[in-house]
């Protein structure tokens, strides 16, 4: 399985990287890690100008990134065209690794752009009740403010739900300044 550590739980420099983790970077120019990179562009829930989108994707590319983590993505019918441009945007541009944020289950149009989705990001509170409908074993699940002695659990409970990709942390994107390690970061695994 692979991890994804987003901008508030990036990893400590005691936990060994390997090939199956990717690090979200919250701007171009602050690569701390020489280790393969995603850059989030934010979409606002499809809010954004599909020009400012772009002008995004333009700046990660020549920042030398490996995809693209396209965080607040939006997961309605209405917002399927302009995210299918900007990933067919960024793999003209070479960008060819591209993850959706909606954070929820996906309109099923979305299943067709070749991207991976993480359809839970959230509290582990909230994920401990979630049943998953809508999802797809391989999608991503990133659970957050996990107590630390939990951390275990946490992972084994996605492993559990199928998840393909992400993270449990005992990190909080609230109350974590973006971009701070976060002390217990865990994959799934």
Same mark, same amino acid.
């Given at each position: 399985?692979?991890?994804?550590?987003?901008? /508030?739980?990036?990893?400590?420099?005691?936990? &060994?990287?390997?090939?199956?983790?990717?690090?979200?970077?919250?701007?171009?120019?602050?690569? *701390?890690?020489?280790?393969?990179? $995603?850059? *989030?562009?934010? #979409?606002?829930?499809?809010?954004?100008?599909?020009?400012?989108?772009?002008?995004?994707?333009?700046?990660?590319?020549?920042?030398?990134?490996?995809?693209?983590?396209?965080? *607040? +993505?939006?997961?309605?019918?209405?917002?399927?065209?302009?995210?299918?441009?900007?990933?067919? #945007?960024?793999?003209?541009?070479?960008?060819?690794?591209?993850?959706?944020?909606?954070?929820?289950?996906?309109?099923? $149009? /979305?299943?067709?752009?070749?991207? *991976?989705? +993480?359809?839970?990001?959230?509290?582990?509170?909230? /994920?401990?009740?979630?049943?998953? %409908?809508?999802?797809?074993?391989? %999608?991503?699940?990133?659970?957050?403010?996990?107590?630390?002695?939990?951390?275990? &659990?946490?992972?084994?409970?996605?492993?559990?739900?199928?998840?393909?990709?992400? #993270?449990?942390?005992?990190?909080?994107?609230? #109350?974590?300044?973006?971009?701070?390690?976060?002390?217990?970061?865990?994959? &799934?695994?």
């Amino acid at each position: 399985m692979k991890t994804l550590f987003p901008a /508030y739980a990036h990893p400590g420099p005691e936990l &060994a990287l390997d090939a199956d983790t990717w690090i979200v970077r919250e701007h171009p120019g602050d690569r *701390r890690t020489l280790h393969q990179s $995603l850059g *989030r562009i934010d #979409l606002d829930w499809g809010s954004r100008s599909l020009a400012d989108v772009l002008v995004d994707v333009d700046a990660w590319r020549a920042d030398g990134v490996e995809g693209l983590f396209l965080d *607040r +993505c939006p997961a309605g019918s209405g917002g399927v065209g302009p995210v299918a441009l900007t990933v067919r #945007l960024a793999a003209r541009r070479g960008l060819h690794r591209v993850v959706l944020n909606p954070g929820v289950p996906t309109h099923p $149009l /979305y299943r067709d752009l070749g991207a *991976r989705i +993480c359809t839970f990001e959230g509290p582990w509170s909230a /994920y401990q009740s979630w049943d998953g %409908d809508g999802t797809r074993p391989g %999608d991503g699940h990133i659970v957050h403010g996990v107590p630390a002695g939990l951390l275990t &659990a946490a992972r084994r409970l996605m492993g559990r739900r199928g998840a393909g990709f992400g #993270l449990a942390t005992d990190a909080d994107p609230d #109350l974590s300044p973006a971009g701070a390690p976060g002390s217990g970061a865990h994959s &799934a695994d």
